[in-house]
């Protein structure tokens, strides 16, 4: 029995020993060159309505064409998701959602143009908020 724990350890600090250039492969990852760098805003939009009928497909794809489409015309994704959040009552509440992620400049057009569909969105569905996560890429086309 001992010497199967001696195989073990060794098979165990063989395997770790992989590890190690892996880590400091990482760690040296080129930076970002500054025309390569731009922002990932992902806006996340509940599908269902305080009162009423979840937002369709079409009704979605309206918003998609007529609202965010203008104002990002270099492209854009859009991802079906499921949202999930702890309601003021304690009860978790759930609901289908899409999530848009926008690569944009860091510029005023940009801001403006995201927060324009937060409202656009919360006003016309009825919604109390649009989430939105921004970050800074690296990007290369």
Not at 33 to 55: D, E, S
Not at 77 to 95: P, S
Not at 96 to 104: D, F, G, R
Request: hydrophobic content about 40%.
């Amino acid at each position: 029995m001992a010497i199967g724990k001696v195989v073990i350890s060794v098979l165990m600090a063989a395997a770790l020993a992989g590890c190690a250039p892996h880590a400091a492969k990482e760690a040296q990852t080129p930076t970002c060159a500054a025309q390569n760098r731009m922002t990932q805003t992902t806006l996340y939009f509940g599908l269902n309505r305080p009162a009423g009928a979840t937002i369709t497909e079409q009704e979605w794809q309206r918003f998609v064409d007529n609202d965010v489409t203008p104002r990002f015309r270099d492209g854009l994704t859009v991802f079906d998701a499921r949202g999930q959040w702890l309601g003021n009552d304690g009860k978790v509440a759930r609901e289908p959602s899409k999530a848009l992620m926008l690569i944009h400049a860091s510029d005023s057009a940009s801001e403006k143009g995201i927060e324009a569909l937060r409202g656009i969105y919360k006003s016309r569905f009825a919604q109390e908020s649009v989430m939105r996560v921004d970050e800074t890429v690296c990007v290369q086309f």
